[in-house]
């Protein structure tokens, strides 16, 4: 009955865990013990006297037990506290770290942006550079050609019908190659002129210009090819 009442007068709130069913079941029975060893009177009393009550409550062990464990609990606490707040100088510090190294991340990104931009001029560049040496090659190829056929019609290799089926083709190709590689060299020391927009037409004019002096000659009268003489004596016919 005491022990009923005491559980009623309290206040403790819900069981506590599992845990520590048997410990409470140890100071229950305790309790129990005590009090039955009090007369009515000592009982009357301890009902009466709230500080008695009191007392013999904080004298159960399993309240110094709680309580030795709230004090546990209690620096544990403070101690893991003391070493989050220990730890906040080396977390700062890692902070500003981890800024610097995203502030260097950027930095990379950008000169690796710039380099790759370089990168691909250059390799522009020497497309358009590889490009002009074989628009040079081909030019110089084409003259030679012309040159050639010049040199056999005037040793008597070919006849004037042969010598005009290819020279004027043979020319004529010679010629727009060489327009071509002159234009070329043009637009990559030019790259901002114009040049490149008035190609087509300047090509066209020069081969039209060509096309119209070649009617009066078998060849260009007016550039540095070399004029086949005609050999002593006419062409033998």
Known sequence: MYSNQYSRSSGYGPPPPA????????DDTAITALLQNKSMAELQQILENEGKLDDIIQDLQQVKNINTERETSLASNKSIADYNLSLQPRFEQLKRE????????N???TELATDIAKLDQHSSQQSLDTLLAVLQTEAAKAEEQTEDLASEFCS???D??????????SRKEAHTKRIKSEKMGEIIRNP????HINYS???STSITSYSSSSQSAPYPSNNAMPVPRMPYGGMGY
Request: charged share 20%.
């Open 19 to 26: 845990a520590h069913s048997n410990q409470l079941q140890m």
């Open 98 to 105: 981890v800024a610097t190294e995203y502030e260097q991340l």
């Open 107 to 109: 930095t990379l990104k």
């Open 156 to 158: 008597k290799e070919i």
């Open 160 to 169: 004037v019908n042969d010598f005009l089926q290819k020279y004027i083709p």
């Open 192 to 195: 901002s002129s114009s040049v």
């Open 201 to 203: 037409s300047s090509v």
